[in-house]
Each structure stands twice: as C-alpha cells, then as structure tokens.
C-alpha cells in the first residue's frame, strides 16, 4: 500500500466563502479598459483580473481571486458573470476607493470611475462552498474556476493552527515548525529559516519550508482532492531577477505576497510591486509598502521582506525538503485536518510486476537487428571532435562494437572504419567545435552533405559548452553555444545529433590513492549505517560479507550520449519486446503537444504556436521482425522513420501558428492529429499514449469531468472494426499525489524512515467504479548508495547532525514521484493490462537503465522536441500550478 500527500474530504467540510457577484456590465466595463504599462520600461498589457486582485490583497492582507463564474474556458469573447472571492467580508468605502484607485492608474490618471459603483451595487454573500459543486455523485464533480483556489485557501487555514513538529531523539526533542499563511494561500514556516555557506566562492544563502496547496479531482472520485506540496525555498539576498515577494506586516497572522518589477532609478535599478499594489495602498492611507533594497533583503532573518530565487541558480542550499519530513507532514496533516474528516488518498498494490530484463548499451550482437528497423542498409557515426582526448573517450565507448578491439590502434580520421556489417565510424577532426565566438557553420560543415547522402548518418558532436558555468565572470563575454545552430545545420543536412561534453584528461592515480576511498566515503558510510541498509551483521549461518573490491571507472557521459545517439538513429533492440509481451502485431502511437511563443522579442510575445510530435512504436510478437520507430512527418504528410522524421522536424519551425489549446485552435489540432493517425496501416490496433495536461482541453473525454464520454484522440480512427485504444499519462507535479510511504513494507528498523516505492503497479477503485492506477518511483540520485540517497530519508533539514549539517544542507534533497494511468478508452483490451503496459514502457526505457516518466513512444516524442533547435522550455501555458513563481 502507497500511502500519499493528497486528502479526500467531503464537499460539505470545505467551509465557507465571501463572494462578491459582479454581472455582465462589470465584465463589459472591464473589457473597455486600455491597456497599461506599470513601469516607463514595461510592455504595455491588457488588464488582467489578477491584476486588480493583487493590489486589493495588498490593501485587505487577505487572498482575493477574481474570475469569471463558469466551470469551463469560455469559448468566445461575450462579457462573462464574474465573481469576486474571498476570506472575509471588505468594507465597503475602503473596496470602492481601493477598485477607483486601481482604475485611475490603469488610466494613467484620469479618473474614468466605470468599476468601482458596478462593484458596489454587487451583492456580498457568505455561502457554503460545497454548495457550487455539481455532479459529485456522479463521480465527475464540476465546479467554478475560482472555487479550486478558495477551497485551498480554507484548508491551509485549518492546517495553520496547527504546529509541525519535527522529531529528532527523544519524543520531544526537534523541532516544531509554525506557520503564517500567504495572500495566495500557501503556508511558510516564516521563523524558521535555515542558513547555509560555501567558500569556494564565499556565498550565505537561506531558505525557509514552504507549503502550496492544490485542490484537485480525482477519476470516478466523488469526494474533492486537497494535495499538499511541500517545499524548500530558497530566499534571495539581492534584488537581481527577483519575481515574487513577501511581506509580513503583522496583520491576521497573514503575509503579502506580490509580483514584483524591476525599474531603473538614479543608480541602477529598484524593485516595485507589480499592478500598482503600492500606489493603491498608498491611496488609500493605509501602511506603506516599502521592499527596501539590496541591503536589508540580505538581512534575511530580521527582515520583515522576503523575496524568491529567481530560477535555478546555484545556492549554497540545495532543493526539496526530504522523504522523512514528508512523511512527518503527511502524518500532520491527518491529525492537524481530523476535524475536517480527511481521508488520505492510498494505492493497493497489484499483481503486476515490473521487470527490466536489459540493461545497457545495445549489445554488438544484437546492433545490426536492431538497426534493421530503420529500412537502411548501412549506417554511420560521424565523430566530430577538436581535443585528442574527446576522440579517445569516443573510441573506448564504440570498442566493444568491435569484434577486435586492437583494431582501434589502426583508425584514422576522414574514412570508414567497420563496427558491425551494418555499423561504420568515421572520425573527423574539427577545430571550429571549441571556438568561443560563433562559426561559419555552413563552411566548417560542407564535408557533411556527401556523408549523410551515401548512409542513415548519426553524428556525434564535442563541445565545450556546460550549462553549469554558464554565467560569464564580470567583464568577460559569454562563451558561444554552438549547439542550437549545429542542430539546425544537421537536420537541414540529414543527419541527427548527440553531443559530449569536452572534460579535461583525467591525472594519473597516486600509488598511495589507488586503494582508497573517495573523499565523501566515510560521510556516505555513517550515513548508510545510519539508514540501516549497509553494513548489517550476519545472522546466524551466514558468512560475513566480503569487502566489494572498487569497479573500474567507466565514461557514463560517453556511453550515455553513444546510446541516445543510437535510439536517435532508430535502434530498437529486444528489450522492449521481452520487457513488453504482446499477442498481436500492435502500434504504440505516443502523441506529445506543447504551446510555446512564437518569440520572446517585444511585439511577439504573445503570438503562439503548438508543438505537435508524434510516434508510432511498431510492435511484433514474431522475434525475427525488429520493432520500429516513425515519426510522423507533417511536411511530407508520412510515417518516416524516426531519425528522418526528426530530420523533417528540425529542418522547419517548431511549431504550427493558429493551432492552440482551446477554441478554434484546439479544433485545427483535432484536425491534424486526426489525419496523421488515419495514414497508420489501417488494419493494426492501435494504442495511443497522451500526456493528460497538454492534451486534455483539446480532447475532454481526458478530463476527469467527462472520461471516456467526450471527444477523444481515436474518435475516427476505428473503421473496419479495428481496436483502438487510449491511455492517458498524467505526471504532473500538482495534480498527481506525491507518494509519501509504503505503508505495508516490512522490517523497518526505524518507523518514520519512509520506504520507497518498488517495482509493483498500484490502482485505487472509487465507489462510483472507476479504477485508476499509479506507477511510483524513487530518482536515479536517490537509488543510489551515496549522500543524496540517505540524508533526505534519514533526517529532515533542521535535525541533521551538527557536524553533517554543513555538507548536508548543499545537497538536492529528492523526493518520491509517481505517474497516473487511466484508460478513458479500452479498445479490445483490459484497461488494467493497458496500464500494465504503459508501466512496463516507463520502466524498460530505450536509452538508459532507468525509469521514464513517459511510456516510450511519448518519451521518444519528447526527446525529439527538446533536440529542435527553437526548444525553448516547456509550455508556457502550463496548467499545472508549480510550487511557486520561483525556483524553491
């Protein structure tokens, strides 16, 4: 059994709320408001619901939300019944000077005065919020918009009473954490700020524990979800980059929490609350809003101001809070909630079994069946390098390709050189890869053309480019990047890529070294003894361990990058076909869609457009027929195999214009999708992955509303009496439970160490029927046997050993993640062997030895995206909520 960070609760028990009804002539009087600029730097926008919200929270120090009263995205632009919610009643004088106010500077001073009176003729209610939910019997309750954000609130309240305590030796040692809540209905343990350093460079960070809410629904679940997202954020000590910040002014036990802009002054540049938050506050007589400056930001534990971490950075604190304190949290919450009868959310395991039979690279004996798939009779790794000791690191990892290793001895650069009867190599030397300024690609890359004609070519690319030193030291120029514009230039030339990072050649061992251990050893030994799974004493009859003698160092970033190459290439070996026993010949589709920008430069930020990749995993029970790979290729309207699939894909624009994900555009990518699946051979089942969040506005029999009874991805695709079959992958980080524990998990010799999840699939029935499943697992970090793996299970962030705390502090502390499956549409199989299979896919991955969060075929979807060269992160129209706007 799985036990987990979400809470069921009836609708009943969610409290109540104060709401503000605003019709339709407020909604019209809105939509005539111009646009505004905050600052003389800023792009002038649209005005924003969220807007007028931020600067009345600043006013009332409670959270507000304002949105319109529906349950779904509006399909047209008609002025909309709006709501205003809240905590507590706003009186009346003090809301219509604050909405005139806002307006005023939204008019850059003249005083149109057109919400405020409409705002003031609205009625204010105390209603339950139970009431606004529809259909729960049904076990598909709908609700407002706005009501998600409210029930959140109201829980965080209830746990805010509420101390967390933190055990650490006796029962009441440790610590005991408490909590303030945010306008934006987040809880921060605001007096409990942790400190850490580093020397190298001399650098103090803090970071206090945070806790954001997401209320959610659950498939077939009548009851609503609450899921508690806990973590550790980071506080920055500069105004530099800064997005958010919070402000505790002592008033209901409540802190401000705001957007924050960046506007130039006399010296340099200042921070200022975004949405005239400040200027509304000041209108209306109340306290100043003073962010200060550099200075007292730094001053972190007596500053009433705090501020995020903008984005990843490096800090001399690490992220996430720990298994251990989630499990102390999950704990709390059950008791701090029990008024509120909370049910924690729990999986039961099945009966399935997932095995990875294969691991590593494609082995030499079956590389030549595996390639077969790609329809090509030859195929070449092209290996670009400019550092000597690049081409020796290369060569290692294609030697056991080799039936004669020796062979390596006689290899020059510019020709051939054969693995495999398929398989050749060819080493080129190219200086331009190490330039720090940008290249005449088109020039450096003229040899390319001829190759790529001649053979399926892959190439494998050095470079000298490490995103962790990205930063330029002050006065020094960034160094170049080359890879986006090498990207570009295979794909236009035929070719994939892959590349290695340059490192500098490794210093020979000291005699007196050779023998030892690494420097953390004797910390990752105390900490393994301290966990219990290392060095135990043998029972009785059973002879004492002998000492594990030390492996040979292998080039993991070499072997790695050979094997995503390979996988790029279309290599499909026989691990997917033992890891995945299937019947029948059967197709795999994985269907990936992610929004981004057109172009972050001024004028186009808001132009759109959808990234839409598709693959088909060609599967057959027969052996000696290799499964294949294909990408569908929207320029060429075909199936290509994968590697001149993702050739045709990088070769244009990432994405299409006009398609979106809702309205017309979600219509248009109905379209498209439609005519790619339809070209498929026609008499083969199909099984089609989706990711939930991207897909399921276009799609919404993938919401949990309408599952499986409204438009879905096969619909038009079963004629002739073939099975299609839609499974839904769900990982998203706030809507999918955090796993906390394996309840059942035998033999623990310390109770509030969780146990991590293992190799079972787990499914939890509703009372209404539906049955959903859960693939859990723990990271590749916190598998392994070293620091990382320990210390988050062993201790949480304030209990650490005094003389640990120092090291233990810098490190990512990895928490359990899960994936959801649910099968909207069954086809001719069981829905529970459709989840079986999309276990088994995440499972036994293609490239490397550890689980995906994705089955295969969206995996490889994935992938493909982010190797295009106008990659630009992911969907900026994300409709998961993420801990913050910042990097905790």
């Not at 690319?461 to 986006?484: C, H, L, S």
């Not at 029935?765 to 970090?781: E, H, I, L, N, P």
Request: aromatic fraction near 6%.
């Amino acid at each position: 059994m799985l036990t987990s960070l979400a809470y069921l609760l009836a609708p009943e028990r969610l409290g109540t709320v104060v709401l503000y009804r605003l019709n339709e002539d407020f909604a019209e009087a809105w939509s005539q408001l111009p646009r505004y600029r905050d600052n003389d730097t800023s792009k002038p926008i649209r005005p924003a619901y969220a807007g007028l919200a931020t600067a009345l929270s600043a006013v009332t120090n409670q959270p507000i939300v304002i949105m319109p009263d529906i349950d779904t995205m509006p399909d047209d632009d008609r002025a909309l019944p709006t709501v205003l919610a809240t905590t507590k009643p706003i009186a009346p004088r003090l809301l219509t000077r604050a909405v005139r106010s806002w307006e005023q500077l939204i008019h850059g001073g003249t005083d149109a005065n057109t919400l405020s009176p409409l705002l003031a003729q609205s009625e204010m209610d105390k209603p339950k919020l139970g009431s606004f939910i529809r259909d729960a019997a049904s076990g598909q309750p709908r609700a407002p918009q706005w009501f998600y954000r409210v029930a959140a609130w109201n829980f965080a309240a209830a746990l805010a009473r509420e101390p967390l305590h933190l055990p650490a030796g006796t029962a009441d040692a440790g610590r005991r954490l408490e909590w303030l809540m945010d306008t934006r209905g987040s809880l921060l343990a605001w007096d409990h700020v942790l400190k850490g350093k580093t020397e190298r460079p001399a650098r103090i960070g803090y970071a206090m524990h945070k806790l954001d809410f997401r209320v959610i629904t659950l498939p077939g679940e009548p009851r609503i979800g609450i899921h508690v997202l806990p973590t550790f954020s980071r506080l920055a000590t500069h105004w530099a980059g800064t997005r958010t910040a919070f402000v505790e002014r002592g008033k209901n036990n409540t802190v401000l929490r705001l957007p924050v802009g960046h506007r130039r002054a006399s010296e340099g540049w200042e921070p200022y609350a975004r949405n005239f938050a400040a200027q509304v506050v000041a209108a209306c007589n109340l306290e100043a809003i003073q962010l200060g400056n550099n200075e007292t930001l730094a001053e972190v534990k007596e500053s009433s101001v705090r501020a995020l971490v903008p984005g990843p950075t490096e800090h001399p604190l690490g992220k996430g809070t720990g298994t251990r304190f989630n499990l102390y949290l999950a704990h709390h919450v059950k008791k701090a909630a029990a008024k509120l009868k909370v049910e924690q959310l729990v999986y039961e395991r099945t009966d399935v079994e997932v095995v990875r039979h294969t691991k590593g690279p494609v082995a030499r004996e079956d590389l030549d069946h595996a390639l077969s798939g790609t329809g090509q009779d030859q195929v070449r790794v092209l290996a670009l390098y400019d550092d000597e000791y690049t081409r020796e690191r290369m060569i290692t990892a294609l030697t056991p390709y080799l039936e004669e290793p020796e062979q390596t001895e006689e290899w020059g650069d510019n020709r051939d050189h054969r693995l495999t009867e398929r398989l050749c190599v060819q080493l080129r030397r190219l200086p331009a890869l190490t330039s720090p300024t940008p290249v005449d690609w088109n020039r450096e890359l003229s040899f390319l053309a001829p190759l790529s004609s001649t053979m399926l070519t892959g190439v494998w690319v050095e470079t000298i480019w490490n995103p962790k030193r990205r930063t330029p030291r002050r006065g020094q120029p960034d160094v170049y990047d080359p890879k986006q514009d090498l990207r570009r230039h295979f794909h236009r030339r035929g070719a994939v890529s892959q590349f290695i990072a340059q490192r500098p050649r490794p210093k020979p061992p000291k005699p007196e070294d050779e023998d030892g251990l690494s420097q953390d050893s004797e910390l990752s030994a105390e900490l393994q003894a301290m966990a219990g799974d290392l060095d135990l004493e043998p029972q009785v009859g059973e002879e004492a361990k002998k000492p594990k003698r030390k492996r040979p160092r292998l080039d993991y970033p070499a072997i790695n990058g050979l094997r995503d190459l390979m996988f790029r290439l279309g290599a499909v070996d026989g691990r997917l076909a033992e890891g995945v026993p299937l019947d029948r010949p059967t197709i795999l589709v994985g269907l990936h869609l992610r929004q981004q920008r057109v172009s972050a430069k001024f004028g186009s930020a808001d132009k759109t457009q959808m990234v839409e990749v598709l693959t088909a995993l060609h599967t057959d029970p027969d052996p000696d027929k290799p499964w294949r790979l294909e990408m569908y290729s929207r320029r060429d309207h075909a199936w290509l195999p994968l590697p001149q699939g993702e050739v045709a894909f990088g070769s244009g624009p990432i994405g299409v214009d006009q398609h979106a994900r809702h309205k017309e555009g979600a219509a248009l990518v109905r379209e498209h999708i439609k005519a790619a699946l339809r070209i498929l051979p026609a008499k083969t089942p199909l099984v089609i992955f989706v990711d939930t969040e991207a897909c399921r506005t276009i799609w919404p029999g993938l919401q949990h509303a309408q599952l499986g009874e409204a438009t879905l991805p096969s619909e038009g695709l079963n004629y002739n009496g073939r099975s299609v079959a839609v499974v839904s992958i769900n990982t998203s980080y706030g809507e999918v439970p955090t796993p906390v524990d394996r309840a059942d998990a035998r033999g623990r010799r310390d109770p509030a160490r969780p146990q991590a999840p293992d190799d079972w699939l787990h499914e939890r029935t509703t009372s209404t029927g539906v049955t959903s499943w859960y693939f859990a697992q723990k990271s590749r970090s916190y598998d392994g046997f070293g620091q990382t793996a320990i210390n988050g299970s062993t201790f949480t962030r304030f209990t650490i050993p005094e003389d640990q705390k120092e090291a233990l502090l810098r490190k990512d502390w990895h928490s359990f993640t899960a994936t959801q499956i649910t099968v909207p549409q069954p086809g001719m199989h069981q829905p529970k062997d459709l989840a079986a299979l999309a276990a088994a896919l995440c499972h036994q991955s293609l490239a490397w030895d550890a689980r995906t969060r994705h089955p295969v075929p969206l995996h490889v979807a994935g992938a493909v995206d982010r190797n295009h060269p106008e990659y630009r992160g992911s969907s900026f129209e994300t409709e998961t909520e993420q801990p913050g706007e910042d990097a905790s």
